[in-house]
Nanobody, 118 residues
Framework: QVQLAESGGGLVQAGGSLRLSCAAS????????RSWYRQAPGKQRELVAA???????NYAAFVKGRFTISRDDAKNTAYLQMNSLKLDDTAVYYC????????????WGQGTQVTVSS
């Protein structure tokens, strides 16, 4: 099992920045890809960004150029640097660690609220 804990969310003005962290514990070695999702009220959860074990990254079109995903495997932590935040970025942000080979090794955090105000 892997436990994930997000931190770094909060209230920020439009145009501001936040850095989210996702600290993992347990059998983290069973996972490969680290990713961030978000869910706004009344909307489905959507992928924001992902980073593979090899460092390859993938971003949703709506965050390209503004958000950066990174990982520090020595600390079992993933990060999401969010710059130039917009009102539409308001959502609960979730981290997800999963194995590229075993569907059973798929873990989610509890989420952290990000609220962007005008």
């Amino acid at each position: 099992q892997v436990q994930l804990a997000e931190s770094g969310g909060g209230l920020v003005q439009a145009g501001g920045s936040l850095r989210l962290s996702c600290a993992a514990s347990g059998s983290v070695f069973r996972t490969d890809t680290r990713s961030w999702y978000r869910q706004a009220p009344g909307k489905q959860r959507e992928l924001v960004a992902a980073i593979t074990s090899g460092g390859g990254t993938n971003y949703a079109a709506f965050v390209k150029g503004r958000f950066t995903i990174s990982r520090d495997d020595a600390k079992n932590t993933a990060y999401l640097q969010m710059n130039s935040l917009k009102l539409d970025d308001t959502a609960v942000y979730y981290c997800r660690f999963y194995s590229d080979y075993n569907l059973d090794d798929d873990y989610w955090g509890q989420g952290t609220q990000v609220t962007v105000s005008s």
